[in-house]
């Protein structure tokens, strides 16, 4: 049995470590994901819904923050009457992977409604912060928004002092 230097061992976690892999620029079909995941956070902030409409698949299901999940129809219906809306929308991606013809991004994010929105509604015209997936399926070589899910991260006793 040849015996593997404890350096060596370390190396080896260190580079493989999730956290540094998230440090690592993206290269090829993540890049490409990456990308996508930001301009539909911006067809969002936009409200373009005609946009958002071309980018869904049929099957486009979304567990909302608000507590629903929305079908591809009632999402972009709420979309186009404001019942989702953003005054202000920045998005963290955290981590990409693509596997085949599936992509998953994950992240976080400050969303801040709209007043009449749902979450406006609920919320307050406030940055809420929000954990988020979003899920894509790659159709004809063309990357669809297929899946997501979102919810919003209850503040701690001490940050609501």
Do not use: C
């Amino acid at each position: 049995m040849r015996l593997v230097p404890a350096s060596t061992v370390g190396l080896v976690l260190v580079l493989s470590s999730p956290s540094l892999a998230q440090t690592q620029p993206l290269k090829g079909a993540e890049a490409a994901l990456a990308a996508l995941d930001m301009q539909q956070k911006e067809m969002v902030a936009r409200a373009d819904v005609g946009a958002l409409d071309a980018l869904s698949a049929p099957g486009l299901t979304i567990n909302a923050p608000t507590g629903r999940v929305l079908t591809r129809a009632q999402f972009l219906a709420m979309m186009r009457d404001g019942r989702i809306g953003a005054e202000d929308f920045d998005r963290t991606i955290e981590s990409v992977s693509v596997d085949g013809d599936v992509g998953v991004v994950m992240g976080r994010e400050v969303f801040t409604p709209t007043p009449r929105s749902e979450l406006g509604r609920t919320y307050g015209a406030v940055p809420l912060d929000r954990r988020y997936t979003n899920v894509y399926h790659r159709e004809g070589g063309r990357w669809r928004w297929f899946a997501r899910h979102a919810n919003v991260v209850a503040k701690s006793a001490a940050e609501a002092r």
